[in-house]
């Protein structure tokens, strides 16, 4: 009589274990554009021509691929338990924008260098459109090339917070914009 109660009670209480995570790869042309899992910005689609693995859960999900001198490439796909779904793509180029225009490069955030070797925390979007994420911007030799005018920055980064800075471009001069103050 007790063994039919405590298999109910087994069957009731539910497992405690979390499902298993699944995996999403993305590698293509450009190999540094932005992986968004459902709206969500997970990292760089590659770090050095080695395609990022990053863990979800299982089910389905939107993956768009971006990167801010393309158009976008968004597809549905299947996750599964413990298996690595792998997506490939090339993006269109957009027509580069025209002289005069000044560049944004962001600092304050660690010690600046000629490259950084993380996987790059927090998308960075000026007006609203995607440009790249912090640890690209960065670099001493990095930057964002724009027409003359008045900016909005919104970086949203687990490590940084969430940004939000008016800015000015100017033409043929470099706009430092500190993201830590």
């Keep these: 009589m007790l063994l039919p109660a405590l298999l109910a009670a087994s069957v009731f209480a539910g497992s405690t ?31 050095f021509t080695v395609p990022e693995k990053y863990e979800l859960q299982a089910g389905s999900v939107e993956v768009t691929i971006r990167d801010p001198r393309c158009q976008d490439y968004t597809t549905k796909v299947s996750v599964a338990p413990g ?16 002289p005069p225009y000044g560049a944004l490069r962001l600092t304050g955030v660690d010690q600046e260098s000629y490259s ?20 690209e ?5 990095s930057g964002v090339l724009l027409n003359p005018g008045s900016y909005t920055l919104s970086i949203d980064s687990s490590t940084y917070g969430d940004i939000r800075r008016q800015f000015k471009i100017e033409a043929n001069k470099t706009t430092l914009l500190p993201v830590a103050q």
């Design 17 to 47: 274990e979390s499902p298993k995570p699944g995996y999403v790869k993305a590698s293509g042309s450009p190999e540094d554009a932005a992986v968004f899992v459902n709206g969500k910005f997970v990292g760089p689609a590659s770090r």
């Design 116 to 135: 950084t070797a993380s996987a790059g925390d927090g998308a960075v979007y000026i007006n609203g459109k995607y440009y790249g994420y912090v640890d």
């Design 137 to 141: 911007l960065k670099t001493i030799t």
């Design 83 to 98: 298996k690595t779904t792998h997506i490939h793509y090339k993006l269109t180029f957009v027509e580069p924008i025209k």
